[in-house]
């Protein structure tokens, strides 16, 4: 039954079937021509898509990122010559040198900060993991009362807000969350195979809160050593509401992923995080630096290769080119 209703969709949209059949030659044409570095080993100490996940997954994740930005943007991608940021981010999932250990595991960022930006910018502060679900009895009476979040180390923008001692509702709840993110094959379908190298863990983080002051969430968008863009979430604990800028701080009228809200002034701690983003994505050729900041100290939170697994386009196409136009690097040009 399922193979027939699959059957009746392909016919029934013709020019998708034609363009997956045209993305799914993506492939060949990058191995045979050589282009982003498959011509050549990846350099020691890293791994790509290309060498760790099979031919036919990367032809049908190329095929479906291809339908997508045709569906969106009414254009295929371009495979020989990228010039949009998700042309780039779809290419850089499978070709680019991505450093090992894994850089997905939340839990070892520390070793991403520079020696010298130690006292700058330090990793959030782990109170508890383990490789099972979280309750009160596993954390241990260690557990001073007061603001946590769980989360996952190997899943992007999990965070259950906590107030130890824990309810027995809390108690069920971060229970069953925590146990479903630990049962989750992170990286299966978005074939983000850099989240499976890692092993599961969740883990407990104390809120860096001070006082009542909110804490600031910024997501460096960062390619080839570039500054694509900044998305800012001024307060995050209470609204998700978020603003985009350039290198500079300046507003940016484009929408990324989400809509914009009013911006904010900018910070004196500013430059600051900008200097250590650029510091901390030098070994990568995409990620998005995601620093927290209480207004007295600044902590990594995250590296992210692959926002919404590369399968969301920015909302404006204007800022699709403009992004993919500031992402220069030795990658995409031979």
């Avoid at 929408?255 to 994505?281: D, G, H």
């Avoid at 399968?311 to 403009?322: F, G």
Wanted: charged share 20%.
């Amino acid at each position: 039954m399922a193979n027939a209703l699959s059957k009746r969709a392909r016919s029934a949209n013709p020019d998708s079937s034609r363009l997956r059949g045209s993305a799914r030659s993506a492939l060949r044409l990058i191995l045979s021509k050589g282009l982003f570095g498959t011509d050549r080993p990846a350099p020691a100490g890293t791994l790509r898509g290309l060498d760790v996940l099979p031919p036919s997954i990367i032809r049908q994740r190329l095929a479906r990122a291809s339908v997508i930005s045709h569906s969106v943007y009414g254009a295929q991608i371009d495979f020989e010559n990228p010039k949009g940021f998700f042309e780039k981010l779809v290419l850089s999932k499978f070709f680019a040198p991505i450093p090992m250990p894994s850089p997905a595991d939340s839990l070892a960022l520390t070793r991403f900060i520079p020696a010298d930006l130690s006292e700058v910018i330090k990793p959030l502060p782990v109170v508890w993991q383990g490789a099972h679900a979280l309750t009160s009895d596993r954390v241990g009476a260690e557990i001073t009362p007061g603001q946590y979040f769980a989360k996952s180390n190997m899943l992007p923008d999990t965070a259950l807000a906590i107030t130890f001692p824990m309810d027995p509702a809390m108690t069920l709840r971060a229970k069953r969350l925590t146990r479903k993110w630990l049962d989750t094959d992170a990286g299966e379908r978005t074939s983000e195979w850099w989240r499976n190298l890692i092993a599961p863990r969740a883990f407990l983080e104390r809120d860096v809160r001070v006082e009542n002051n909110p804490v600031s969430h910024w997501r460096f968008h960062i390619g080839g050593g570039h500054i694509l863009g900044i998305v800012v979430v001024p307060d995050y604990r209470r609204s998700s509401a978020e603003a985009l800028y350039d290198e500079n701080f300046t507003p940016l009228p484009h929408e990324l992923f989400l809509p914009n809200s009013a911006p904010i002034t900018e910070p004196s701690y500013f430059k600051s995080l900008r200097y250590a983003a650029l510091r901390i994505a030098e070994p990568f050729e995409y990620v998005r630096v995601d620093i927290c900041h209480n207004g007295e100290q600044a902590y990594l939170s995250a590296l992210n290769l692959t926002p919404f697994g590369a399968q969301r386009l920015p909302r404006s196409h204007a800022l699709n080119a403009i992004m993919g136009e500031k992402w220069q690097s030795d990658l995409f040009r031979g």
